[in-house]
């Protein structure tokens, strides 16, 4: 039987899994960006059960070559532009290291007061890089927490604001009465699966119609619906407004929306997973423009801000309303710390109870990068986002399919659906980039999205490119 890894057999075998990572990064340009392997031939190639005595790292190591990375989709390929680049970076792993070898549980501040405390400073670092509104600090009635993605974040101020609409109500006895979530039409898909979880089901979502030229939601038609809904006794408790929607990273009107959240007594939740990180940029804050009407605010560090996931960082202006909808206190858990009232328990701040020690690799992050080293990576990614929309405008047979704030860029030939379609699956086919596609307007359109660290000039390039020479073996002469 194999003894339990000491810590000297810790060092060797860390050092080789981190020299390996290391190898990987460095050869990332070098390899296909997917795997043209047909489904189950990973499952097919490892054996029926576990060995039935220990093996050395370096036995897993040499099939992690064999069997595993020939068969992923590279997320970290500079030449990646599919869906948000789930950017990760030398620190953020080194952080998530860290925390796994301490192996903490931070679900109270009694089981790790420094889980806690680190990540209500971190949350408070990245609201005064963001410039939040100063009801999101911790030091005033609000505060924040890292979820595991915005879905949850959407979750949570979901169940927030049906507890608030119910007037506590909720907690006790259920869903009581028909309540509607609204978001617009280009909303992400968390937000219906919220409202099931939430028992609000998919109809308590209405979508509210959008702008034709910028893909917001309209102010005016988020008015006529709720006052369609109230006239029909429905009870309005949830907008989700959208900065930089997954599809074309549209910005919302958060002061008009804020607004009318305001006039009915609403709970406005702001989703801004991608687009939020801009906001490091003082000259890219646009989108926050009227932030100061939201209840709750997330965005996701594990897309564009260098941070591996798990990481969503989330606030909410009065962190009493969301333990009070939240808190479940079995005698197990009692402890003189949370009687005190002095601390912050973010068990009571999410849906599961555990939590990891999250706020490590942030801590890495922001302090390896600096807030210049932030500012730099994301305006690289907006200005080789530019460089490529500029390519775009400047070849007639190509066009723009929706405005481009920040660094993704949707484009498409000036051809039908189905030319689109055979574009991307020939460019994506030759392994050395890889884009996705939407719909816009009615219309397939493809999305690049520029994030990883690893990119540069050559890689946007290289991806235009194959997109010109593409669509000359495409397009009749």
């Not at 079995?330 to 109870?353: F, K, M, T």
């Not at 991307?424 to 999305?447: D, K, W």
Request: with cysteine.
């Amino acid at each position: 039987m194999a003894a339990h890894m000491t810590p000297e057999e810790f060092r060797r075998a860390g050092h080789a899994v981190v020299d390996w990572i290391a190898d990987y990064w460095a050869t990332l340009p070098e390899r296909p960006i997917t795997s043209a392997a047909p489904p189950g031939t990973v499952v097919a190639a490892l054996p029926d059960g576990p060995p039935e005595r220990g093996e050395p790292v370096e036995a897993v190591l040499a099939d992690l070559d064999t069997l595993v990375t020939p068969h992923l989709t590279h997320w970290q390929h500079p030449g990646f532009f599919g869906y948000f680049p789930a950017n990760t970076s030398g620190p953020s792993v080194l952080g998530d290291l860290v925390s796994a070898g301490l192996g903490v549980q931070g679900m109270l501040w009694a089981t790790g007061p420094a889980c806690t405390e680190l990540e209500t400073a971190m949350l408070d670092w990245l609201a005064d890089l963001l410039d939040l509104p100063k009801r999101f600090r911790s030091a005033g009635a609000g505060g924040g927490v890292i979820q595991d993605s915005a879905s949850s974040a959407t979750l949570v101020a979901t169940l927030v604001a049906v507890h608030r609409a119910s007037g506590g109500r909720w907690r006790e006895g259920g869903v009581d009465r028909r309540y509607r979530a609204y978001t617009s039409t280009q909303g992400h898909s968390s937000i219906e699966k919220a409202a099931r979880i939430a028992g609000l089901g998919t109809d308590g979502v209405r979508a509210v119609e959008v702008d034709p030229e910028t893909l917001a939601m309209s102010p005016a038609a988020l008015r006529a619906a709720v006052e369609a809904d109230r006239a029909d006794g429905v009870v309005p408790a949830l907008v989700v407004a959208t900065v930089g929607t997954t599809s074309t990273t549209a910005v919302d009107p958060l002061p008009e929306i804020g607004a009318i959240c305001a006039e009915y007594g609403i709970f406005l939740h702001v989703d801004a997973a991608y687009a939020g990180a801009a906001a490091v940029c003082p000259e890219l804050r646009f989108g926050h423009a009227g932030l100061e009407y939201a209840d709750s605010y997330c965005f996701d560090p594990h897309k564009w801000l260098l941070t591996g996931f798990d990481c969503d960082a989330s606030w909410v202006a009065d962190r009493g309303e969301l333990t009070e909808a939240l808190t479940v206190l079995p005698e197990y858990l009692r402890n003189a710390a949370s009687e005190s009232g002095a601390v912050i328990d973010y068990r009571d701040w999410q849906v599961p109870l555990g939590r990891r020690f999250r706020a490590l690799k942030l801590w890495f992050v922001l302090r390896w990068y600096g807030v210049e080293g932030l500012r730099a990576h994301i305006r690289s990614g907006v200005a080789l986002a530019a460089r490529f929309a500029d390519r775009v405008r400047a070849d007639e047979r190509f066009e723009l399919a929706a405005p481009h704030p920040y660094s993704l860029v949707c484009f498409r030939l000036r051809a039908d659906d189905a030319v689109n379609a055979e574009l991307l699956a020939r460019v994506n086919a030759t392994g050395r980039v890889h884009l996705t596609h939407t719909s816009v307007a009615g219309r397939y359109a493809l999305r690049l999205a520029v994030g990883s660290p690893q990119t540069t000039t050559s890689h946007v390039d290289e991806a235009w490119t194959l997109l010109t020479e593409t669509a000359t073996t495409l397009l009749p002469h």
